[in-house]
């Protein structure tokens, strides 16, 4: 009794680590002798950058620095001034089983808590915990029956065209140019980058990217009790190496920002803008292979079994743009100073047996009082995401939510905010489809001959001809002929067949 079965493979993602770790946020700041004393702290936010991420044997290794910034306001109501420190980390998690081909990794961060106090004019102490999101996707191949290698098997097969990931890798660059900033700023609050309009074409072994780098600087003027904002945008094209990449291949990027520097020549007076930035590419390729679904003996005896697997079915771009408006009472005599906006990782929720894909997005509002005093306002609201199409609790969903931009206004006692945001990222949609996983023929056991050379069968619309024909150890292309079926998988109506028995 020989197996019969011809098997082959296809790819599909699936993850090898989907884990959560918090990372002490502790560091003292002492001022410097050209910062200016601490009347009031007024906001302290904290954010990730990954340097790097790789796999060195069993371990997943995770390099990078957070960033804390605390805004706060001098002595005799002065403008807002920020203080900044850097901390780098290193995090290994063992792995159970290190991924053998492709692989990409996932890193969302959101703070959790900071407590921030001043314990003298010169020097603050932060305290709080910072809380990170990994997960790591790699290529798992799948059995598939392809062929069945008997004269007297019946079988039923499908096309299946798949996506699997068969490349990875990042590219790093800089961009630099004069930026319009005057030559007496005061203080740079923030310097913060994000792409538009990203393109990547696949070639044999090479990516090519191209787009645009916004990058917004906010700063405030001496003298002035306003905050400056000014926007800089860089064009940038680039050829990253990805070893087994194709021109059917399809790419995708995810852009993050590590630093943003404002220098000034000391010479000319002339700012300059210097954006590091790194994109991690992920190359899926599309394959097809013809599946056997469902198979059956005509002459013998025979045994079988068959499994559902899941492959991915299709993969697009999530790129989205939204407006979220949020609203607070504040009391009277308050002006907006600036505001910033953070977002958290996107994830599946179930709503009323609905599943949805949500975030949350926090603004605080920086208000300056009647009395020359700053105040933060914090206003967080749920959102659901609409990425354009029905969420599924069955995909994979690769995906962050960038704040754009903010914009701010005071209507009597009201604050309002306006804040402009894009899901950016892919989907895998994820497909069950059922193959034959064995056939055995026992070639000393007959099946028992039909009794009838024909046969009346009363067929259901929609009903598959293989399955009428394994129920009469018949042949499917036999029922077709005798019914004037041609080509057709499925009845595309009630009808009356006759169904003939298979002759040797």
């Known amino acids: 009794m020989a197996n019969q079965l011809i098997s082959d493979t296809i790819s599909t993602t699936c993850k090898f680590i989907d884990t959560a770790f918090e990372m002490p946020v502790e560091q003292e700041f002492l001022l410097a002798d050209y910062d200016k004393a601490i009347f009031k702290i007024v ?58 081909g492709p692989y990409f990794i996932q890193v969302d961060g959101q703070l959790q808590y900071i407590n921030t106090r001043a314990i003298n004019p ?16 790699t290529v798992c191949p799948k059995p598939v029956g392809t062929a069945v290698n008997t004269t007297f098997a019946c079988y039923d097969s499908r096309e299946i065209n798949n996506f699997c990931l068969c490349g990875r890798g990042a590219k790093q660059f800089s961009v630099e140019d004069e930026i319009d900033l005057p030559p007496q700023l005061e203080k740079v609050l923030t310097a913060d980058a994000r792409c538009t309009n990203m393109t990547l074409t696949a070639y044999k072994d090479k990516v090519n990217l191209k787009g645009e780098i916004s990058a917004e600087v906010v700063y405030t003027m001496p003298d002035s009790r306003t905050v400056q904002h000014t926007v800089k945008t860089f064009v940038f094209n680039q050829i990253a190496e990805i070893a087994g990449t194709g021109e059917n291949c399809l790419p995708y990027g995810e852009f993050t920002a590590v630093n943003v520097a404002i220098t000034q020549n000391p010479d000319t007076h002339k700012i300059n803008c210097i954006v590091t930035c790194c994109v991690d590419i992920k190359v899926f390729r599309k394959e097809s292979v013809i599946a056997l679904t469902d198979a059956f003996s005509k002459k013998y005896r025979y045994s ?5 697997i899941v492959c991915d079915d299709n993969i697009r771009t999530a790129d989205k743009i939204f407006t979220v408006d949020i609203a607070d009472e504040i009391g009277q005599g308050y002006t907006p100073v600036c505001a910033f906006a953070a977002a958290e990782c996107p994830a599946l929720h179930d709503e009323e047996g609905e599943t949805v894909l949500k975030t949350k997005i926090t603004v605080s509002a920086i208000m300056r ?5 700053l105040e933060c306002f914090v206003k967080s609201r749920d959102v659901n995401l609409n990425i354009g199409e029905d969420i599924k609790a069955e995909n994979e969903y690769i995906v962050s939510c960038v704040p754009m931009s903010v914009s701010v206004s005071v209507e009597s ?16 949609n994820h497909m069950q489809v059922q193959t034959l996983y064995s056939f055995e023929e ?46 057709a998988t499925t009845l595309a109506e009630d009808r009356m067949l006759l169904i003939p028995a298979y002759n040797m």
């Not at 997943?60 to 306001?73: A, F, P, R």
């Not at 010169?122 to 996707?137: C, E, N, Q, S």
């Not at 046969?455 to 009469?472: N, Q, R, T």
């Open 304 to 308: 079988k079994e068959t499994r559902k």
């Open 122 to 137: 010169t020097r603050i102490d932060a305290r709080g915990i910072y809380r990170m999101f990994v997960r790591g996707y």
């Open 369 to 373: 009082s009647s009395e020359n005093e």
């Open 43 to 100: 906001k302290t936010n904290v954010e990730h950058s990954i340097t790097q991420k790789y796999i060195n044997g069993s371990k997943l290794v995770l390099e990078g620095y957070l960033k804390i910034n605390i805004y706060y306001q001098p002595p005799e109501g002065e403008n807002l001034t920020l203080v900044s420190k850097k901390l780098p980390f290193q995090k290994q998690f063992d792995l159970s089983q290190a991924p053998q």
């Open 413 to 428: 006692q009201t604050l309002n905010v306006r804040v402009t945001a894009a899901v950016q990222g892919f989907v895998i």
């Open 442 to 487: 026992n070639t000393e056991e007959d099946c028992a001959p039909a009794p009838d050379a024909l046969v009346l069968y009363y067929g259901k619309k929609g009903e598959k001809i293989f399955d009428i024909a394994m129920k009469y150890k018949t042949d499917t292309q036999l029922i077709r002929m005798e019914n004037s079926l041609e080509e």
